[in-house]
T-cell receptor, first 113, second 116 residues
């Protein structure tokens, strides 16, 4: 079984809809991250969390919100989706004690029409 | 602020040949980590190799090796004996080694094509 899972893998939605992307991990890591990937722009950090009570904005948090429901779960929400949020979204985890590698989920391809 | 630059959007290599992907970075810190990640068509991000800045020896993982030039702030990836399965997008990434920091800074990626 995969250590970091994301649901859904693919999603098509319409402008104005609320959508949630979910991430779960079995690695026991404290730190979790949400990135978006766009062609030519690489990966950009949306939000990150160091534990259940710690949520921090990344470089492109506008239009997004997150929830850390448990150590193993970190959800990303788009309250009112817009077409320029069409992208590939990745969840990642890392370990507090040896925080020099990130482990990624398989990604969610989101299309906003 | 730290930056990571990959100046080659796309590269091609013949199967069994060697290719080098370039990465430069900018930082005022002295201790940090550098990474190369591979993203095949499956979309999964896979760690290829990592380098600790305090180590002078270049990291090697089988056919993958790096040329780490700390003074020049350069971190290139060499792939030897290229295989069709090496075709992917490759991302260079930086992370500070100072405790409490969180940011992994990624480059924009280099798409590698392997020609049969």
């Amino acid at each position: 079984d995969a250590d970091v899972t994301q649901t859904p893998r693919n999603r098509i939605t319409k402008t104005g809809k609320r959508i949630m992307l979910e991430c779960s991990q079995t690695k026991g890591h404290d730190r979790m991250y949400w990135y978006r990937q766009d062609p030519g722009l690489g990966l950009r950090l949306i939000y990150y969390s160091f534990d259940v009570k710690d949520i921090n904005k990344g470089e492109i948090s506008d239009g997004y919100s997150v929830s850390r429901q448990a150590q193993a779960k970190f959800s990303l929400s788009l309250e009112s989706a817009i077409p320029n949020q069409t992208a590939l979204y990745f969840c990642a985890t890392s370990d507090l004690d040896s925080d020099n590698e990130q482990f990624f989920g398989p990604g969610t391809r989101l299309t906003v029409l | 602020a730290q930056t990571v630059t990959q100046s080659q959007p796309e590269m091609s290599v013949q199967e069994a040949e060697t290719v080098t992907l370039s990465c430069t970075y900018d930082t005022s810190e002295s201790d940090y980590y550098l990474f190369w990640y591979k993203q095949p068509p499956s979309r999964q991000m896979i760690l290829v190799i990592r380098q600790e800045a305090y180590k002078q020896q270049n990291a090697t993982e089988n056919r993958f090796s790096v040329n780490f030039q700390k003074a020049a702030k350069s971190f290139s990836l060499k792939i030897s004996d290229s295989q069709l399965g090496d075709a992917a997008m490759y991302f260079c990434a930086y992370r500070s080694a100072y405790s409490g920091t969180y940011k992994y800074i990624f480059g924009t990626g280099t798409r590698l094509k392997v020609l049969a």
